[in-house]
């Protein structure tokens, strides 16, 4: 049995429980993770996140784990969440994140609202990755008799598929999740975003996290909306992403670099035996 503090913090609803190693670090197993995550046997979280020292002076390296014990390369609610909680501590107002797949810069915008810079997407097919390179205008999913198809695929630090939709609450994300997060044709899973265009600027969205499940909000979720949007030609650089916790406002660089702003919380800190 091992003692451990933690940080609870969450992003609109999206929530983490965040463990600083820096001084000391250890593992979980995928049965202790999932335990920790359990919302009725355990803390209760989304995602499980540790802080580590990178290879990097002084730059924080991030590992992020799903409720389902699976260790995933991005999480951008978390970012936010674990770089404002250092940036408390050090008193400072931007702060540099690494993560097994890329740097992230962070700014504080308040005491609550963080940026982060996302970095650029992937579109190839072997880069989100897909089993092979495939038309999304021939992919459809049913449940029942209703139909999604024509999905949009990026990888923003992980892998994505976004589905534009006439009205997205006529169709139940947790009906179609687990059909999709588990195809065949994605080797890693992926997440799905059921999203309805509200106009140029503004886009509603629901979302089925793979080794999670529906979620109040997903960072890297907005953000590769944002982005198939704009690269669809139906929506700005710029556009707020609502989400059932919140809205999140996303900015797709002429660069193509992703900028993502939205408030954190700090819910408590506590100490957990397992």
Not at 96 to 112: F, G, L, N
Not at 162 to 180: A, Q, R, T
Request: hydrophobic fraction near 35%.
């Amino acid at each position: 049995m091992s003692e451990f503090e933690f940080v609870k913090m969450n992003g609109l609803g999206n929530d983490f429980v965040i463990i600083d190693q820096r001084s000391r670090e250890f593992d979980h197993s995928s049965t202790e993770v999932q335990h920790i995550c359990n919302r009725d046997k355990g803390i209760g979280c989304d995602q499980l996140i540790y802080i580590r020292n990178s290879e990097i002076n002084n730059i924080p390296l991030l590992k992020f784990y799903n409720s389902d014990g699976s260790e995933i390369s991005a999480c951008g609610n978390g970012t936010r969440c674990v770089a404002n909680y250092l940036m408390e501590l050090t008193n400072k107002k931007e702060i540099e994140i690494v993560t097994s797949e890329r740097k992230i810069y962070c700014q504080a915008k308040s005491s609550s609202i963080v940026s982060v810079d996302m970095g650029e997407p992937k579109f190839s097919w072997n880069e989100i990755p897909l089993l092979k390179d495939i038309d999304h205008k021939t992919i459809e999913f049913m449940y029942n008799e209703l139909k999604v198809c024509n999905p949009f695929f990026v990888n923003i630090g992980n892998p994505h598929a976004v589905f534009f939709l006439d009205e997205v609450e006529k169709y139940n994300i947790s009906d179609f999740g687990p059909i999709i997060e588990n195809d065949n044709l994605f080797p890693e899973k992926i997440n799905i975003s059921f999203a309805e265009l509200r106009d140029r600027k503004h886009i509603v969205l629901n979302v089925w996290e793979r080794g999670a499940g529906r979620t109040l909000a997903c960072g890297t979720a907005a953000c590769a909306t944002a982005v198939a949007g704009k690269e669809l030609g139906i929506s700005n650089n710029n556009v707020k992403v609502s989400l059932p916790g919140g809205d999140l406002e996303i900015d797709y660089l002429d660069n193509k670099n992703i900028i993502m702003t939205g408030p954190t919380k700090l819910d408590y800190k506590d100490h957990y035996k397992i």
